[in-house]
């Protein structure tokens, strides 16, 4: 489990064994990939060579089940003229390359990033009379590293993820993060490659939405004008009771309202509870393994065709936008995070793999009807889809957590897509595209306007447009737990 907090500096050989110069004592004595982010800290806190940790109680690379060997956790003193607050200031070793070995992370060299490239950080206003930090964030900066390390998706600054749930198991509206560059750490060369530091910034529900529906980075800057909200550090404050929208009523209107028009949504994609059936006459090739079959679970791609989708998407799907990391759809158990997220080679938003010439290339299929699925959560996100992205000019991507099914929307103007006007249902095996014209995105955005008041939403709900031959149905979430849906 997570790790415990010890009640001095790090264990013998950890980061607190050394200068953060590199004229330490003993530098032999614990891994350089740690000395080198060590040495930003030092450089940072001067003052508190032997940090507070939260370590992980069985290492990572020994079978134990946190990524992060040591979470370093700071009294940062803040900056009263720039009127940042007290606070707690909480830095991971791990996600980086801390030993060069291939223990943890295959070692590629110097030039480029340091295992995943980053660690992360997060600052938490410290309470009056608070005298030792909580270790619940280091518990959450656990569970953020093992979708990393499961799923191979590297975070960004402006990603968002879905949490939907108290960070520190509280009543606190905060319930979602947005991820930024730290404000005041450097990145760090280390001899296993480049370390930046990318911290943890926790928003309400309406903050969230409001990242999706525009783009993460500019609720960030509206973050960073409201005090009480953040500042210019981005202190996470979980008493805050209010969202900048109730705080400055004007933010929703003269920002975000028009950042939304006239920018879209740059979220491409997200990890979803999602399933399409094809309506049309089922395929002469009953043996061929790449098709949907109605009431029975469609055998899964093989690597190399999986990885031609995914090339596919990097190449010529995600002109005009910037990947963003699906949100994590999680299960918690004993607050605990339970990632279900897919694995690298079943992304679609993976910008890292290396062009690839398949063995075989995948049959496209013309589908002449089409019936699609998706949980009360997905379906809310359709509406953004159809404004925010294709009304731009872009794409949209819902991938399924729970197997091979993917659905892309497209406008007429993306590059790259196998649907066309002429056929605008088609599908890649369980990858299905759906090009929609712009009246139709506007007939559309109509009839699905009541999947903006969820709170007076039943289900199941069916929307149907027989003419186009296409069929949405909004489903509870236990339909998709079940493969056989």
Same mark, same amino acid.
């Given at each position: 489990?997570?790790?415990?907090?010890?009640?001095?500096?790090?264990?013998?050989?950890?980061? $607190?064994?050394?200068?953060?110069?590199?004229?330490?004592?003993?530098?032999?004595?614990?891994?350089?990939?740690?000395?080198?982010?060590?040495?930003?800290?030092?450089?940072?806190?001067?003052?508190?060579?032997?940090?507070? *940790?939260?370590?992980?109680?069985?290492?990572?690379?020994?079978?134990?089940?946190?990524?992060?060997?040591?979470?370093?956790?700071?009294?940062?003193?803040?900056?009263?003229?720039?009127?940042?607050?007290?606070?707690?200031?909480?830095?991971?070793?791990?996600?980086?390359? =801390?030993?060069?070995?291939?223990?943890?992370?295959?070692?590629?060299?110097?030039?480029?990033?340091?295992?995943?490239?980053?660690?992360?950080?997060?600052?938490?206003?410290?309470?009056? $009379?608070?005298?030792?930090?909580?270790?619940?964030?280091?518990?959450?900066?656990?569970?953020?590293?093992?979708?990393?390390?499961?799923?191979?998706?590297?975070?960004?600054?402006?990603?968002?993820?879905?949490?939907?749930?108290?960070?520190?198991?509280?009543?606190?509206?905060?319930?979602?993060?947005?991820?930024?560059?730290?404000?005041?750490?450097?990145?760090?060369?280390?001899?296993?490659?480049?370390?930046?530091?990318?911290?943890?910034?926790?928003?309400?529900? %309406?903050?969230?939405?409001?990242?999706? *529906?525009?783009?993460? *980075?500019?609720?960030?800057? =509206?973050?960073?004008?409201?005090?009480?909200?953040?500042?210019?550090?981005?202190?996470?404050?979980?008493?805050?009771?209010?969202?900048?929208?109730?705080?400055?009523?004007?933010?929703?209107?003269?920002?975000?309202?028009?950042?939304?028009?006239?920018?879209?949504?740059?979220?491409?994609?997200?990890?979803?509870?999602?399933?399409?059936?094809?309506?049309?006459?089922?395929?002469?090739?009953?043996?061929?393994?790449?098709? @949907?079959?109605?009431?029975?679970?469609?055998?899964? =791609?093989?690597?190399?065709?999986?990885?031609?989708?995914?090339?596919?998407?990097?190449?010529?799907?995600?002109?005009?936008?910037?990947?963003? =990391?699906?949100?994590?759809?999680?299960?918690?158990?004993?607050?605990?995070?339970?990632?279900?997220?897919?694995?690298?080679?079943?992304?679609?938003?993976?910008?890292?793999?290396?062009?690839?010439?398949?063995?075989?290339?995948?049959?496209?299929?013309?589908?002449?009807?089409?019936?699609?699925?998706?949980?009360?959560?997905?379906?809310?996100?359709?509406?953004?889809?159809?404004?925010?992205?294709?009304?731009?000019?872009?794409?949209?991507?819902?991938?399924?957590?729970?197997?091979?099914?993917?659905?892309?929307?497209?406008?007429?103007?993306?590059?790259?897509?196998?649907?066309?006007?002429?056929?605008?249902?088609?599908?890649?095996?369980?990858?299905? *595209? @759906?090009?929609?014209?712009?009246?139709?995105?506007?007939?559309?955005?109509?009839?699905?306007?009541?999947?903006?008041?969820?709170?007076?939403?039943?289900?199941?709900?069916?929307?149907?447009?027989? %003419?186009?031959?296409?069929?949405?149905?909004?489903?509870?979430?236990?339909?998709?737990?079940?493969?056989?849906?």
């Amino acid at each position: 489990m997570e790790g415990v907090r010890p009640g001095g500096g790090p264990p013998a050989g950890g980061p $607190g064994s050394g200068s953060g110069s590199g004229s330490g004592s003993f530098p032999s004595l614990f891994p350089p990939g740690l000395h080198g982010i060590y040495g930003e800290c030092r450089r940072l806190y001067p003052d508190q060579p032997n940090p507070l *940790q939260v370590t992980a109680i069985l290492k990572y690379w020994l079978g134990g089940p946190d990524p992060l060997d040591y979470v370093s956790m700071y009294r940062n003193l803040g900056n009263p003229a720039l009127n940042v607050p007290e606070h707690w200031h909480y830095v991971s070793f791990g996600l980086s390359d =801390l030993y060069g070995d291939n223990r943890v992370h295959e070692f590629t060299g110097t030039d480029g990033p340091s295992g995943f490239g980053f660690e992360l950080t997060f600052r938490l206003k410290r309470e009056t $009379g608070e005298s030792a930090p909580p270790t619940w964030p280091a518990e959450l900066m656990q569970g953020l590293a093992r979708y990393v390390f499961q799923s191979e998706n590297t975070f960004c600054s402006g990603d968002h993820v879905s949490w939907h749930s108290p960070l520190d198991n509280s009543e606190s509206r905060i319930q979602h993060m947005l991820l930024t560059e730290d404000p005041q750490m450097q990145p760090v060369q280390t001899p296993f490659g480049v370390v930046t530091f990318l911290q943890i910034v926790g928003v309400c529900t %309406e903050e969230l939405h409001a990242a999706q *529906q525009w783009n993460g *980075q500019g609720i960030l800057e =509206l973050l960073r004008t409201v005090p009480v909200a953040g500042g210019p550090w981005l202190i996470t404050d979980m008493r805050r009771g209010e969202t900048i929208f109730e705080i400055d009523p004007h933010l929703q209107q003269e920002r975000v309202d028009k950042g939304i028009e006239t920018d879209g949504s740059n979220l491409s994609g997200v990890s979803a509870k999602c399933a399409w059936d094809d309506l049309s006459r089922p395929p002469e090739d009953d043996e061929d393994s790449r098709s @949907i079959c109605i009431g029975t679970q469609p055998r899964r =791609l093989s690597g190399k065709d999986t990885e031609q989708i995914r090339e596919t998407l990097r190449r010529g799907l995600e002109i005009n936008s910037k990947p963003v =990391l699906p949100p994590i759809n999680a299960q918690r158990q004993n607050g605990l995070n339970l990632d279900r997220a897919p694995s690298r080679k079943d992304s679609l938003e993976s910008e890292s793999s290396a062009a690839i010439i398949p063995h075989e290339l995948i049959r496209t299929r013309q589908l002449e009807s089409v019936h699609l699925k998706f949980n009360q959560e997905s379906g809310a996100l359709i509406p953004l889809c159809l404004r925010g992205r294709l009304l731009h000019g872009r794409h949209f991507t819902y991938k399924s957590i729970t197997g091979d099914t993917a659905i892309t929307f497209v406008s007429t103007g993306v590059e790259g897509a196998f649907a066309t006007e002429e056929h605008p249902y088609a599908a890649h095996g369980p990858w299905l *595209q @759906i090009l929609l014209t712009e009246e139709f995105v506007e007939r559309m955005l109509e009839d699905l306007e009541d999947l903006n008041s969820p709170e007076e939403f039943k289900l199941p709900k069916e929307y149907s447009w027989p %003419e186009k031959k296409l069929k949405v149905s909004i489903l509870p979430d236990a339909v998709f737990d079940n493969p056989l849906h």
